[in-house]
């Protein structure tokens, strides 16, 4: 089954979900906490309603930090980025992930083929 799975940032907060993710490609979309609050703006996140929001967010931010660096993507989303300039990047970033990490049945078929084999014409 091909498809996308867009979490909450706290996903990987617990190991049995993390490991679960890392069947398939990991992206991380890599946002300033700055530009995340302004993008957030008028919306109702329980996990930031402190007297410091931003503080906390970035405090959030510092604590998944190392899951969020084993994800196979880092996308790094800038202010100036939209939700379509965003998706480009993510497809563009795929494709190169993937040509230079192909499945191994590939690598199979490219070496059988280099020993005479062609078992896939």
């Not at 089954?1 to 706290?10: D, E, K, P, Q």
């Not at 919306?43 to 410091?52: A, F, G, V």
């Not at 980025?81 to 480009?88: F, K, L, Q, R, Y």
Request: glycine content about 6%; hydrophobic content about 35%; some cysteine.
């Amino acid at each position: 089954v091909r498809c996308v799975i867009s979490t909450g940032g706290g996903l990987v907060c617990k190991m049995e979900n993390w490991g679960k993710l890392q069947t398939g490609i990991v992206v991380w979309l890599d946002v300033e906490p700055e530009v995340i609050m302004k993008r957030i703006e008028g919306t109702d996140r329980p996990l930031l309603q402190t007297e410091d929001p931003l503080q906390t967010l970035k405090d959030l931010l510092d604590e998944r930090k190392d899951k969020y660096r084993q994800a196979d993507l880092r996308i790094e989303v800038t202010e100036e980025m939209d939700e379509d300039a965003v998706a480009s990047r993510i497809v563009y970033e795929l494709h190169n992930h993937i040509d230079d990490n192909p499945p191994a049945w590939k690598l199979a078929k490219l070496k059988a083929q280099s020993e005479g084999l062609d078992w896939v014409k």
